[in-house]
């Protein structure tokens, strides 16, 4: 976006008479330069479960068919399908439609209206409800923004209509209910359910008041229900569409053995610092101060509810998040006596209070707070030293490939304002070549190459003695130009590279086993060059330690991946299974389910891991690899406290399997027929 554009709007603004913000300080956002322009407010890998080479029109996909399965799952009688059945569900209107009575004995309510000028932008018309005997919470938020300004959709005006109360600019409502439905009994334990209607207005793509299930949340292009929400409210990305008994498609349990459609996602604290304001009865900050905090009251009481009924391995833990939301209000947001505190820093945090308040607070926190699990708290960012340690990483999704922060307006807010400068955190990190000569950081935008490689590779059949394939690729190098991936191989003399498709994808073959080096250049989109080398050791197939040909792995069958994750092997079944830990995201077992094959459902959740667009990305190889960011150093290079308990890969081999696997498309090899192979009996979806 232009600059011009956004003096002639801000022109505008003060010639029509802005009722403009009070105190608040706003960066506009400059449109941030990356890779993909379409990767804010998505997974890193957007097509989890989905095949290298697309689905077949007949079966799931896993992608397409989410919303629905979602919705079916949180919402199987359709109670809540269009916004006046859920708000009267959730107890704010009556059946006429009139607003319903809130019992102070039992009720709490609240409207409250500002601009967040950090997260979406838009113009916020929030409405909460808070049965305090069940604790059940539900709200919901009109938003309003107007983009009449082509490129502008995020600025003041987004306040100006709801100011007005001008509906052409509603385009959407968001809401969430913190409650067990669908599920009844004594078991039944709450959880979030997302939810998006049509607005009233020109940007509202259905009639207003209906579900939808695609939406367009950044004017970054329509992304699916609820993914959408929950990549910037704690969610998992990697929960799998299946067919229930009735037929009808659903989400399978995030964790296993979870509630399904629990995507682990949970309400934002409301940072009442970064809300703009206007100066128009109801719309003050001293009107909706008090509002807000009893909105983050009722959060707090969804985080505590967590912390006690989910304590598996796997589930959320929101340490970190209670203890933020209580410092905020002094130890207790439910004294209203109690002001919102923006100082706040967790105790984590202290030894670098500028880097937390200036950063990681504001641009990571928001999200990060409610990413940690029980048994990997350190994701979450509770410590300073613990976010030390994920250095490399946050080098390369922020520093390097620009996908962090992953919200676009966030991510403006950490590169465009003028009050911070993201060298502060490349310098705690040590990443000096991410700062230049003035000591401001680097924007993302150079070209990298990166190679996706094993590191130890068998490249010929030691029977025959003929040259087996070794697939290598560039997927996953960033600012590239298209095409511009050249490989070259040393010694030479006895090694080739040869292009073999799109993003550098590429084989290598050798006539003699033995140590050669990689070499990948890449040109910038935006200039420049980059190069990147890596060592491969290149073994025939008789020798020690020589993993299966690339082309010949697949997940079952002789030697497959799946054996490999068995006990004698891996053994990540010691975990992932149902004798190991509670609260997995994933068993290395079959499930059981009469409606379809346990061991196809195997192979989706680890197709759910793989990231085709940059393989060493996949999580189904960062996690064993506790998080190594260096392939031919698993060890040196991983990340303390990066994969709960720490199960590993027990040699590089595996690793190279693996990698090998992934750049072969990942085949499931022939999937047995039976629904138990490993005497797994617990069921694939309740
Ligand atoms: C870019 C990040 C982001 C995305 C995407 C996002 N939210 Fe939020 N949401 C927030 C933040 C931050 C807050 C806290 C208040 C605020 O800033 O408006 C919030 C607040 C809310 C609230 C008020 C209750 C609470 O949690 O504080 C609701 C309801 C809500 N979001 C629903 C949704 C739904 C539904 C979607 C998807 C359609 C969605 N959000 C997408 C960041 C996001
Ligand atoms: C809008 C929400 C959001 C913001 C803001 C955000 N992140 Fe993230 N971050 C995520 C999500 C979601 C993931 C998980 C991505 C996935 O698995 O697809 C993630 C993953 C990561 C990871 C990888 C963790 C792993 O398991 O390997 C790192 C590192 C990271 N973020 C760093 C940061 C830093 C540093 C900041 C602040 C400058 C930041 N993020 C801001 C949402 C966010
Ligand atoms: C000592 C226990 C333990 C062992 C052994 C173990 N894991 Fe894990 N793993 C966990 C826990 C706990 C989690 C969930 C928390 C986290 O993400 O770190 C997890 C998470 C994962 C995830 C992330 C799934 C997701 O969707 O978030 C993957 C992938 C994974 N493990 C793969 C493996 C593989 C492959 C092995 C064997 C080489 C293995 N694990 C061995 C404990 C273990």
């Known amino acids: 976006m232009s600059y011009k554009i956004l003096i002639l709007l801000l022109a505008t603004l003060v010639i029509t008479g802005c009722r403009g913000s009070d105190e608040t300080d706003i960066s506009e956002p400059r449109f941030p330069v990356t890779q993909d322009p379409d990767v804010f407010a998505q997974f890193l890998n957007s097509m989890a479960a989905v095949p290298r080479d697309g689905v077949p029109s007949d079966v799931i996909d896993n992608v397409q068919d989410f919303p629905e399965a979602y919705y079916n799952t949180i919402d199987p009688d359709n109670t809540r399908d269009t916004f006046d059945k859920w708000r009267q569900a959730n107890g704010f209107i009556n059946a006429d439609g009139s607003d319903a009575a809130c019992d102070p004995a039992t009720c709490r309510e609240t409207h409250v209206k500002f601009r967040d000028t950090k ?8 409405f909460m409800r808070w049965n305090t005997v069940t604790n059940d919470v539900a709200v919901y938020v009109e938003n309003f923004q107007v983009d009449a300004v082509p490129g502008v959709p995020y600025g003041p005006l987004n ?12 385009f959407g409502v968001n809401a969430i209910e913190f409650s067990a439905f669908p599920y009844v009994g004594a078991g039944a334990r709450k959880f979030t359910k997302f939810y998006n209607f049509a607005g009233d207005g020109i940007r509202a793509t259905d009639p207003s008041g209906t579900q939808q299930h695609f939406v367009d949340l950044d004017n970054r292009g329509d992304k699916p229900m609820p993914t959408t929400c929950i990549v910037c409210h704690g969610g998992r990305g990697r929960t799998l569409v299946v067919e229930a008994d009735d037929g009808t498609l659903k989400v399978a349990p995030t964790l296993v053995g979870g509630i399904a459609g629990d995507v682990q996602a949970h309400m934002q604290t409301i940072e009442f610092d970064t809300l703009q304001f206007a100066n128009e009865p109801g719309f003050t900050r001293a009107d909706n101060e008090d509002g807000i905090r009893l909105i983050n009251q009722a959060i707090l009481s969804t985080y505590e509810y967590r912390k006690q009924e989910f304590t598996g391995s796997g589930d959320w833990n929101p340490d970190l998040a209670i203890e933020t939301l209580r ?14 505190n923006a100082n706040f820093v967790p105790s984590g945090w202290t030894s670098d209070q500028n880097l937390y308040r200036s950063l990681v607070g504001p641009n990571c926190a928001v999200c990060h707070a409610l990413r940690g699990t029980n048994d990997t708290t350190s994701v979450a960012f509770p410590t300073l030293s613990g976010f030390q340690n994920y250095d490399q990483r946050i080098d390369h999704l922020i520093f390097e490939q620009g996908k962090m922060p992953l919200g676009l307006l966030n991510y403006s807010n950490f590169w465009d304002s003028t009050d911070k400068d993201p060298s502060t955190m490349a310098t705690a990190l040590d990443l000096t070549d991410r700062v230049d000569d003035n000591d401001r950081a680097i924007r993302p935008g150079a070209p990298q190459a990166v190679i996706a490689a094993p590191p130890i590779a068998t490249g010929i059949d030691s029977v025959s003695g003929n040259t087996v394939d070794i697939a290598i690729s560039g997927a996953g190098s960033a600012f590239t130009v298209a095409g511009s991936e050249r490989w070259q191989v040393s010694p030479s003399s006895t090694a080739t590279v040869t292009p073999a498709g799109p993003a ?48 010949a792995i697949s997940y079952f069958g002789l030697d497959g991946i799946h054996e490999m994750l068995q006990a004698g092997q891996a053994n990540c079944v010691q975990c992932h299974s149902p004798n190991g830990l509670s609260s997995m995201p994933v068993h290395y077992t079959a499930c059981q389910s009469n409606q379809f094959n346990g061991n196809e459902f195997l192979y989706k959740s680890v197709l759910a891991r793989v990231n085709f667009d940059a393989p060493l990305d996949s999580l189904f190889l960062r996690k064993p690899a506790n998080g190594a960011t260096d392939p031919t150093d698993l060890s040196g290079s991983a990340i303390s406290g990066y994969h709960g308990g720490a199960g590993a890969f027990t040699n590089e081999s595996q690793y190279s399997t693996v990698l090998a696997w992934i750049l072969n498309g990942a085949p499931s090899g022939s999937i047995p027929a039976a629904s138990t192979i490993d005497g797994g009996a617990e069921a694939c979806a309740p």
């Not at 306040?159 to 509603?170: C, K, P, S, Y």
């Not at 410092?327 to 919102?340: C, K, Q, S, T, V």
């Not at 086993?513 to 197939?541: E, K, R």
């Open 327 to 340: 410092g905020r209000y002094a130890g207790d947001p439910g004294n209203p006596a109690n002001r919102y």
């Open 159 to 170: 306040f100006e209509a709801l100011v007005n109360n001008d509906r052409q600019w509603n």
């Open 119 to 126: 997260d979406l932008g838009y113009g916020r018309n929030m």
């Open 504 to 551: 550098g994808d590429a084989i290598l073959r050798v006539t003699t086993p033995g140590a050669y080096v990689l070499t990948l250049s890449v040109d910038g989109v935006n200039g420049g060059t980059d190069t990147a080398t890596q060592a491969v050791q290149v073994l025939g197939s008789f020798d020690a330690n020589a993993p299966l040909p690339g082309s």
